[in-house]
DNA sequence: AAGAGGACTTGGATAGAAAGAG
DNA sequence: CTCTTTCTATCCAAGTCCTCTT
């Protein structure tokens, strides 16, 4: 009931105020979204995402698509509704965040726009890790002001009315964002008083400075502050944010936002393991899994086959590129490829069968392992003299000296590891004791111009270097699977290096040694032939004959000995093709189940049982805001968590029903979010949160085998991660449904990205800014104010010319053309478009340049959305999906107009 | 119930290739 | 055609989740 209740109020007023507002949060434009919070502040929260209409209008499509059924939709709407609208909300929402650029852009972003600030802050520039990491941080913060926006979107839940039916369908994520508006309405209505007490409690985290906090956040609070009910007010908040980088507080930036210092507490102390069985035990042969079934199988046609004719249409075509041919037509299954007629096709297996079994014949052969080590001979320098190494201590030492422009070699853990290992092979009485005394630039130097050299050699020997590479790879790109050729996906063994984990990882720097044969296990069919061992008098450790499996073959990660590094099929093979096909169907499956998922979540947010109450309140965040699980870590990795591992100082409770998120996940990739939450879930959380100190776990009853267990109950097949990939398709096709309105080519592709963006936000996919983009956007700005500079010069000589006056001189003095009105009016017209281009431009690149769409094209988004939507519009598949997209979709092409998610 | 072990998916960075802009 | 900018393909780290033991 309750929820209802909210849902619906919150729906309305979110719309409503939403409406008006714009997308606040968006994350990526901690600036922009000022702007839009300005304007329209209250609404901030997710209505401006949300676009309220916009969401309604899918609302109501998904309902009447779908089932959501009014008396569903009363009780489940509750739920629902948040979830639901926010989604609309997002997309808008952030789009509108570009703040800066967009809103306002063109002026003050144009100069030095804010991206510089990131960039800026970057100042160590590392390349890898720890530059990525403060570029990161950097990113982050803009990024995570950006999500935030979105989320903040997100309140808008509730878009109401059609929360209820569609909303269902809509992923939470979307739904849910309305929470802030919900909030707003929310706390209006009671639920502030309460929440906020709580609250304080809090610990940690250091925000004192405004600068730490989140823009997001900041906007929240703001609203919060001020006029409780919403909106933020300025934007200038958020800029805070940005500044981070650099100075003022170190902290900040760092990835790991809570506190750095881990309490003892939080650090869960995993337990030691004790041996590490480096070697594998054995064989399992058959151990059957049962569990593949095959579900879909939409297509009566055997995988296998489907695949291939999909890959050779899909390669047809584009082979073909022409721009013409539309999907639909194209992935008409045409012929087959003429490409390799090799494989005899057996075709046999099909999808997985229900045994386990993942393949009857498997022919490979083998890996091929990187050269053995070359000495240069350069001399690196000890206490400024030249040091005689042997190969395998100066091999290490290049390992450090290449490395020398990167962010790695500022960090202390990276040095130390690297140090203790390069001291075991120097050996103890070595001239070389301290890392501090060492100069490699001799050698670093060396490397850089072998770089040169290769970058200068003409396109000829480049050409000739890469035929010969492929000439000795070739045969080990190709496995025979059940009589088809595949390709092999990692063939080549790791070559030996630094390892380089994200964020703060306690191992980087630590040697990974060379593999060599006796470190492999191979795994192939029975009856052929074993893969000869390409290291003269060296053998495989092992070789299996599981079928149960798909690697080919592995070893133990030199690194970590526990854990293995596997060579599988490239994602093209059908075998993949397959369980990534099965895995878009369980996803699909959810939504016949969302409904009574969130309804009964919702029942237990304000359950009696503890365990409960926090399986009802994870899964919530997971459904809204698509978070991980969140797996148990060991302490020899870097410090992340996911939903089950949050800690206390990670979420916190902002009055009357927001939720500030700050935390660094998967990659050390800092999320930041704030969002309006149910009046239950709020004061759960206060509640989980209560008595313990920052760095001790929200959920202390959880762990991700228990929710798992439980999502099972609901739903066979259902975990966590399920919900990620239905909240992303389901966006997708969402999105793509509420933005498409025909147009020209160009604009149907727009949508398109718009739409995968709205995904990549909601999945908090980012990417470091690159550190060309500050220059390509002021030589952008650049261009714009020459085109005005002519424009102002037009419209000068256009005032003339009406006056019958001759044309004033350009900048070279020399005499210009005599034009007509008409002319200066036409090139006037023709500048004002140029200038429009080049701003939009700008503001794509601005929106763009922390967020990374890739991943979620590639592994969240149906692909069968996209193909059906580029079939429906007239859209060239190829268009969306590049060569090995294509490849790896196979399986998809096929789909009908018609399809839905 | 907790772990260990194992298999497979997901992710960001980057180097090199391709496509554009001038 | 040359210099950028954008796109791909790779690489390999880091998650998820399942099963089997203890």
Redesign the pocket.
Known sequence: MAVEAFAKTNLMEDIDDDDDMPLVFKRSSTTSKQNQSNSSSQKQDGRSGRQVPDVRSPNGQSSSTHKVKTAASSKASPAVSPLTSPKALPLSSRTSPAPNSRTSPAPNSRTSPAPNSRTSPAPNSR??SS??NQ??NVNQQSNIAPKESKQAVEPKSEPNDEAEDSEDDKPLSARVPSGLSKSNSIHANNVLGTSTSVQKSRPPKKEDSDDEIPLASRFQMKSSAGASTSKFSSSEEVKPKIRQNGLPSATVLSKRPPGEVKPAAQASV????????ST???S?QP?V???KKTEDDDDEVPLSQRIKKAVASASKVSSVKKATKVVSSSMKKTKKKLKKPKYSKSSKLQPSSGDGQ?WTTLEHNGVIFPPPYKPHGVKMLYKGKPVDLTPEQEEVATMYAVMLD?EYLTKQQFKENFMNDWRKILGKNHVIQKLEECDFTPIYEWHQSE?EK??QMSSEE?KAL?EEKLKQEEKYMWAIVDGVKEKVG?F?V??P?L?????E?P?MGKL?RRIRPNDITINIGKGVPVPECPIPGQRWKEVRH?N????LA?WN?P?NP?????V?L?ASSSL?GQ??KE?YEKARRLKDYIEGIRSAYTKDFTSKDPVKRQIAVATYLIDKLAL????E?DDD??D?V??CTLKVENVEPVPPNILKFDF??????RYQNEVAVYEPVFKAIQQFRSGKKGGDDLFDKL??????AHL?ELMP?L????F??YNASFTLEQQLTKLTQGGELADKVAVYNVANKEVAII??????VSK?HS??IS?LNE?IDELKAILEEFKVDLARAKKGKPPVKGADGKAKRNLTPEALQKKIDQTNVKIDTIERQIET?EELKTV?L???K???LDPRITVAWCKRHEVPIEKMF????LAKFAWAMDVEPSFTF
């Open positions: 390349p890898s530059a990525g570029a990161k995993k337990k030691p393991r004790l041996s590490d069985a594998p035990v054995s399992k151990s899994k049962t569990e993942k990167t770089k290769k970058k480049k890469r990692n080549r790791e070559p290096g390892f380089r984990g994200r964020g990882h191992k990974k599981d149960t499996v798909t690697w592995f990660d690194i526990r854990e293995f590094k596997y599988f490239a993949k369980s990534d895995k991980r699980a969140g797996n870590k990795e870097a992340t996911g939903c660094l996940g998967k990659d050390s990739i762990d991700t085998s228990k929710l798992n099972k097949g975990t966590a991660k399920v990620r990939t999945c908090n996919h980012q990417r470091t060309s220059v390509q030589r261009k690149k990374a890739g991943t979620s590639i592994n969240y590049n060569k090995s997209l």
